[in-house]
């Protein structure tokens, strides 16, 4: 359960109606947006009744102290507003309708009164020259606010809500910047000036705003140009019919399992005609499916009508759909005449390469925000040394360059390049209808392989200049999905580093699906697998600190993957059987990835997901009865382990939905 404290200042006193104050009026703004639990801090003296619970507080470093009781009494954010707060319902919505955990505080350029500070990648690093300046509305999430709990700052230095906002740098809390460019906001002393703020906003058109926002600023050049110029009509029409974005991301699905569908079953439908009306009907549902992928976030932003589960479903809904097209590509190319092995090894491999890439690039964004935080403090180690630490600063600067020219034809090369999901959607769509579902898997594939070596490439050049670790983190073991067996494996020992290990355990991965696709004699795919779990699993309990370590997580989810695919080759496991498996496995993982990425997960244990050790090794034993009975053996186990895992899965998300719900009630 959320809960708002109002900090005092005389500004909050003043009058902007007959017997309505400032403070009357940001009190109904929090209320209205869905925080009731309102407690204000009042200065002795102070004689005005408000309609929240008053607590006296003597000075600023009461103020934190009173804070501090009230941050650790329950669960939940903690929202910290100044009481002399003049903003649009809007703006205080932005802050109070994020759901996830993350911690932010407000941000403008229009109150020079206000105290500068500075911005980097979107995160408010500590006090600057300008021209951002904080805007007196700050929220710390409940998972910072367990970090904050035994270092909870006692003296303010004249200041209670720049004390809190100091205390979240201080242990190197990413702290994000809430911005409502165009609504005028400012902390305000007289009357006059509290006026002049409510016209200004007043005098926006709010509908035509929230519509223009609604739209990423920086989409895709497909989304850009295929969807955001027609979108903005279905996200009005939706929030006339009164439709939330939830609904919106289940129709995409729905379009999604259509469109897989069709790809499925068409060539049987083709078997006799050279018309590709099928895929063409198949590619239309995928383009829909995307729009309303689209749109489900627009209205969210055009609403403010935000959740965590949402956004979560939102995430893992995109990955879901194009495996479930991956699947279906491969099933037809299969019904058309191709080779299983060509046409689910094509689908396996792309489903592969895009969960690792997608685990590399959450890391890595994981690596620049701590790496923005940590250098405002100045706490690197070293500067930047060597040839190519010098050329990862160079790249970075060309990339910060690039990306500044907005919509230039390089700022589109650069987006582009990486493969993203609208661009990929349609080089599936446009190749199975021109070239089939086989070659549609195949182009994908090469793509996908040249957007990971460009961004591995660039990335670990940037990393070196970074000097940071991402992955110094209390959390790392969650991230990793260990399991019991890691947290009982020796810890590495010898000269070999963690992300040294972790590459050779990838190396001994690929190794063993190679041998199984050669069809070599069953112990050398088993062996490689064996070796690729060893490696991987001697890292479990060491300290992650490399400034390339970020690549572990990525490179566990190809060891993982790579084992039971080798293990399942060689036991002549089902396709579509190891299809499901690795899926389910990749998207357990991507919830890993929401976690991080968007803040917001509701799966809070992972226990009886056994972990990615126990979950290899399962398969690998599977194989290796199999290999030694027969074939079915490893397929049944591989069902029975896809069927558990998605359970699981499925299970922690309805409690920790059940869960959260509940504590929204409460």
């Not at 002795?44 to 009744?49: A, E, F, V």
């Not at 650069?414 to 990929?424: C, F, L, Q, S, Y």
């Not at 084992?563 to 002549?572: F, K, M, P, R, Y």
Request: charged share 15%; glycine share 8%; net charge neutral.
């Amino acid at each position: 359960m959320s809960r708002a404290v109002v900090l005092p200042a005389p500004g909050g006193y003043v009058e902007i109606e007959e017997d309505r104050t400032v403070l009357d009026r940001l009190i109904a703004q929090i209320r209205e947006a869905g925080c009731d639990d309102v407690t204000v801090l009042t200065r002795p003296g102070t004689d005005r009744p408000v309609k929240a619970t008053q607590v006296l507080s003597a000075d600023a470093d009461a103020d934190l102290a009173h804070l501090g009781e009230l941050a650790f009494a329950q669960d939940g954010p903690l929202f910290v507003a100044c009481a002399d707060l003049v903003a649009s319902q809007t703006t205080v919505a932005a802050v109070l309708s994020d759901s996830s955990r993350r911690s932010g505080v407000l941000v403008g350029g229009d109150d020079p009164a206000a105290a500068p500070v500075q911005v980097e990648r979107g995160l408010v690093t500590g006090p600057g020259p300008g021209p951002t300046r904080l805007g007196g509305l700050l929220k710390v999430s409940a998972a910072h606010l367990a970090r904050l709990e035994r270092h909870w700052p006692r003296h303010s230095q004249g200041d209670a809500f720049e004390g809190v906002l100091a205390a979240l740098h201080a242990r190197a809390i990413p702290v994000n910047a809430y911005r409502t460019g165009g609504l005028e906001h400012r902390q305000v002393a007289r009357a006059d000036e509290a006026r002049e703020v409510i016209a200004a906003f007043e005098a926006v058109d709010m509908d035509a705003w929230r519509l223009k926002n609604a739209v990423k600023h920086d989409d895709d050049f497909f989304a850009t140009y295929a969807v955001s110029t027609w979108s903005p009509r279905l996200v009005k029409l939706s929030a006339r019919l009164g439709w939330t974005p939830t609904p919106i991301t289940w129709v995409s699905i729905a379009l999604a399992v259509g469109a897989a569908a069709i790809f499925a079953a068409a060539p049987a439908a083709l078997a006799e005609s050279p018309a590709r009306w099928a895929y063409a009907a198949a590619a239309a549902l995928m383009y829909f499916s995307f729009v309303f992928d689209c749109v489900d976030g627009q209205l969210a932003r055009y609403t403010q009508n935000f959740s965590s589960f949402g956004g979560w479903l939102d995430m893992m809904a995109d990955r879901s759909k194009e495996f479930l097209i991956y699947a279906g590509l491969a099933a037809g190319a299969v019904a058309g005449g191709a080779s299983a092995p060509a046409a689910w090894g094509l689908a396996i491999a792309a489903m592969t390469v895009q969960t690792v890439r997608h685990t590399a690039d959450t890391w890595y964004a994981v690596l620049l925000d701590t790496a923005v935080v940590r250098q405002a403090r100045r706490r690197e180690s070293a500067p930047p040394a060597g040839r190519a630490a010098h050329l990862g600063e160079r790249l970075g600067s060309a990339s910060e360059q690039v990306m500044g020219a907005h919509r230039s034809v390089l700022y589109w090369a650069k987006r582009t390049i990486v493969a993203p999901v609208g661009e990929r959607w349609l080089l599936l769509a446009v190749a199975a209808v021109a070239f089939g579902p086989r070659a549609a898997l195949g182009a994908l594939l090469i793509w996908q392989l040249l957007a990971l070596g460009y961004t591995t490439a660039g990335r670990t050049l940037r990393s070196l200049a970074a000097r940071t670790a991402a992955l110094r983190r209390p959390d790392r073991a969650a991230h990793r999905d260990d399991g019991p067996l890691a947290r009982i494996a020796p810890r590495l020992r010898g000269t070999m580093t963690p992300f040294a290990a972790t590459a050779a355990a990838v190396a001994a991965a690929g190794g063993a699906v190679t041998a199984a696709a050669l069809d070599a004699p069953a112990w050398a795919p088993f062996a490689l697998a064996g070796l690729a779990l060893v490696l991987a699993g001697s890292v479990a309990r060491t300290d992650h600190e490399g400034i390339l370590d970020w690549y572990i997580p990525a490179g566990l989810r190809a060891v993982e993957l790579g084992a039971i695919c080798a293990a399942g080759l060689t036991a002549g496991v089902a396709w579509p059987v190891l299809y499901l498996l690795l899926t389910v496995i990749a998207l357990y993982f991507y919830d890993l990835a929401a976690g991080l990425d968007k803040a917001a997960s509701p799966v809070a244990r992972r226990d009886l997901g056994l972990g990615w050790p126990a979950r290899s090794l399962i398969a690998i034993a599977a194989a290796a009865v199999a290999v030694a009975t027969a074939p079915a053996v490893a397929t049944a186990v591989y069902g029975l382990l896809a069927v558990y895992v998605a359970s699981v899965f499925v299970g922690a998300v309805v409690a920790g939905t059940v869960r959260a719900s509940r504590a929204a009630a409460a």
